[in-house]
Structures are given as structure tokens and as C-alpha cells.
């Protein structure tokens, strides 16, 4: 079965942010599901294996949290090293200042070396 929407909390893309900059255990992604459904998945190694591919799992698709954020809000680069003042004003902006900038679309190989596959996303507030 193809992907053909993404159904995602925004409080994941918001944990999933947190620890990508906040937390020095793995690389988080968004998993998503054959039936399009999101989780949280930690690659504790990081997510580029020592081939030097993307590591993905064998149903579904594993992205990048940043994907699910437009261009509204101004996320740090990944080697970027923040001061703890910044980790602090990057904290209260993913609080107050994610929801409004999800992304309504996400490409579903921005993580693969695949041909663009962009699907809408749908976000929840609230949990299952």
C-alpha cells in the first residue's frame, strides 16, 4: 500500500524537534506508517549508516522532523553548536511558534534518493 497522507500529532513533530537540538542520544525521525500514520523513532547510531545511505525501515518511511516545519520558522542548521541561551529562545519558539508553521505537505523521500513523493499531512492536537 502506498502512502498517500500522513496522520501526525503536533506534539510529536514538537518532541521529535526537542530532541533532535536538545538531546545528544541518537537522531530522531518521524516513522511513518504504510497507512500513513507518524510515530517517534530514535536511530540511536544517527541516521546515516556507515555506508553512508539513509537508513529506512522496511515498511513505511523514516523522515526528518525539520520536513514537517515550513519555511515560517527558522530551525538551526544541524552542525550548528548553540549556546545555552539559544537552546533556551529555540525551546520557547518550538512551544509557541510550531504549530502555526507545520508544513500541509511533506515529500516522502527528502530522505531517500527517490523521485519527490509529496502527500498532505494532517495534524492532531490531541492524543489517540
Known amino acids: 500500500m502506498a502512502i498517500d497522507h500522513i496522520t501526525a500529532e503536533a506534539d510529536l513533530v514538537r518532541t521529535a524537534?526537542?530532541?533532535?537540538?536538545?538531546?545528544?542520544?541518537?537522531?530522531?525521525?518521524?516513522?511513518?506508517?504504510?497507512?500513513?500514520?507518524?510515530?517517534l523513532f530514535v536511530h540511536e547510531d544517527g541516521?546515516?549508516?556507515?555506508?553512508?545511505?539513509?537508513?529506512?525501515?522496511d515498511e513505511g518511511v523514516?523522515?526528518?522532523?525539520?520536513?514537517?516545519?515550513?519555511?515560517?520558522?527558522?530551525l538551526p542548521a544541524d552542525d550548528d553548536d548553540l549556546s545555552?541561551?539559544?537552546?533556551?529562545?529555540?525551546?520557547?519558539?518550538l512551544g509557541s511558534e510550531l504549530e502555526a508553521a507545520l508544513a500541509?505537505?511533506?515529500d516522502l523521500n527528502a530522505d531517500?534518493?527517490?523521485?519527490?513523493?509529496?502527500?498532505p499531512v494532517e495534524y492532531s492536537t490531541k492524543g489517540p
Do not use: M
Open 17 to 39: 524537534l526537542q530532541q533532535k537540538y536538545l538531546d545528544d542520544a541518537g537522531e530522531p525521525v518521524v516513522r511513518v506508517d504504510p497507512d500513513g500514520n507518524a510515530d
Open 112 to 119: 531517500r534518493e527517490e523521485s519527490e513523493n509529496v502527500v
Open 104 to 106: 500541509e505537505e511533506v
Open 47 to 57: 541516521f546515516d549508516n556507515p555506508e553512508g545511505d539513509i537508513d529506512q525501515p
Open 84 to 93: 545555552e541561551d539559544e537552546l533556551e529562545t529555540l525551546t520557547e519558539r
Open 62 to 74: 523514516d523522515i526528518r522532523p525539520e520536513r514537517f516545519v515550513g519555511s515560517d520558522l527558522d
